[in-house]
């Protein structure tokens, strides 16, 4: 099991920047895929983006280019950098482990992206 906690949202204006981070409960070292998913009101939650065990990523069509995922072993935590931002970026960040068959979710963190 696992508990991860997110940080670093807020409000930014259009073509802003920021940086979300995971801090995860025990060692992510041996957990297959750490990621970012985001829900806005009224719709699903969408796959962002992923960083497998190895280091390789996956990221949705809409972000990239202007996200970036990335594992800090040493440290627990899983990083997503957020660039050129869009209010269509607008959501709750949520971070999710896969643990074998099992996922497991932060509480989320707010996005606003807006004038």
């Known amino acids: 099991q696992v508990q991860l906690v997110e940080s670093g949202g807020g409000l930014v204006q259009p073509g802003g920047s920021l940086r979300l981070s995971c801090a995860a409960s025990?060692?992510?070292?041996?957990?297959?895929?750490m990621g970012w998913y985001r829900q806005a009101p009224g719709k699903q939650r969408d796959f962002v983006a992923a960083?497998?065990?190895?280091?390789?990523?996956n990221y949705a069509d809409s972000v990239l280019g202007r996200f970036t995922i990335s594992r800090d072993s040493a440290n627990n935590t899983v990083y997503l950098q957020m660039n050129n931002l869009k209010p269509e970026d607008t959501a709750v960040y949520y971070c999710?482990?896969?643990?074998?068959?099992?996922?497991?979710w932060g509480q989320g963190t707010q996005v606003t992206v807006s004038s």
């Open positions: 999710n482990a896969a643990v074998g068959p099992r996922h497991f």
């Open positions: 960083v497998i065990i190895g280091g390789s990523t």
């Open positions: 025990r060692t992510i070292f041996n957990i297959g895929a």
